[in-house]
């Protein structure tokens, strides 16, 4: 009998790819909020996250094996514009899914983000204290220390930036807005002062299958690839890879939002200052892999979509 996956927020970006990724192995159960959603194999209900006793009804009826929480507000603009929004969604929402995980013997998977460290030239590790200098970053960071002082059986995937397709009915994502001004032949400019790794979506959902499988539990992993580089540098690498015009990529520097009462980087700082390296020795020595290179991440996307 298959185990079953209980994803609150299938409609997003991650939580449609993880679904689509289980669901052949997997007994897979979603949420969505405004934006149904209809993946082939995955029953996706209506749920407000911020409704304790709905969340935790709704875990008691289909009792999961994995809880996945991949519901989020993740665009570092909108966290600093609406940051009661963004502890709701980013923080309170978790702690309710964590906690209805926690009575009903669930897995708690927390899908977080290199944005909780504080942006310096470094390879942050996992032991590294967080000194997020964003809203966003804050509010993961907060969950981040909840969850390993409050549950007893959880697994916290911290990644890099994550692109790919969505399978919602929502507004183009970030990877997909590069994707149409290329066929378009539309010039699109791009941030270049922010240095982050980037991961096909399809290559965490495989990372996440392996540690389902090994019963990992109780542990923090940070997901990456081995190189670094600009969202300017990543497109413009996506131009060259899928053969399209990488004169179209135009840099320009777009102010980070950042939140100086908790960053340890001044205000003065100029662009390519904020830099976030994840170390991922301790993913790959676990589960016996090489993370890809950004460029290995690019031509695994582009076989997918040939």
């Not at 942050?124 to 409050?150: A, C, H, M, V």
């Not at 542990?219 to 081995?226: A, E, K």
Request: net charge positive; charged share 20%; proline share 5%.
């Amino acid at each position: 009998m298959k185990k079953t996956v209980l994803i609150f927020g299938a409609s997003s970006f991650v939580g449609s790819n993880l679904a689509m990724m289980l669901k052949d192995d997997y007994r897979v159960v979603g949420t969505y909020f405004r934006t149904p959603i209809e993946i082939p194999g995955v029953t996706c209900y209506p749920c407000d996250i911020l409704k304790k006793e709905y969340v935790t009804s709704l875990t008691a009826l289909f009792k999961p094996d994995f809880t996945i929480y991949a519901i989020g507000m993740s665009s570092l603009t909108d966290c600093k514009l609406n940051p009661e929004m963004a502890d709701a969604l980013n923080t309170t929402g978790a702690v309710n899914a964590c906690t209805a995980s926690e009575r009903h013997g669930s897995k708690f998977i927390y899908i977080s983000s290199g944005y909780v460290l504080g942006g310096e030239d470094q390879l942050y590790k996992e032991g590294d204290t967080p000194f997020p200098n964003s809203t966003y970053g804050n509010s993961l960071s907060s969950t981040e220390f909840w969850i390993q002082r409050s549950c007893l059986n959880y697994l916290i995937l911290r990644t890099c930036p994550l692109y790919g397709h969505g399978y919602g009915p929502k507004h183009p994502n970030w990877f997909e807005t590069i994707q149409s001004a290329l066929v378009q032949n539309r010039p699109l400019p791009t941030d270049d002062s922010v240095i982050t790794g980037f991961m096909d979506i399809v290559i965490l959902a495989k990372i996440l299958k392996a540690f389902l499988e090994s019963k990992v539990t109780n542990r923090l992993f940070q997901i990456s690839s081995r190189d670094y580089m600009t969202r300017y540098k990543f497109a413009r690498l996506v131009a060259k890879i899928f053969k399209k015009d990488e004169n179209l990529i135009q840099r320009m520097t777009l102010p980070f939002p950042i939140e100086l009462s908790s960053s340890k980087i001044g205000p003065n700082s100029t662009a390519a200052t904020y830099m976030f390296k994840l170390d991922t020795m301790n993913a790959e020595g676990f589960l016996g892999v090489v993370m890809p290179t950004i460029e290995e991440s690019l031509q695994l996307t582009f076989k997918r979509m040939l």
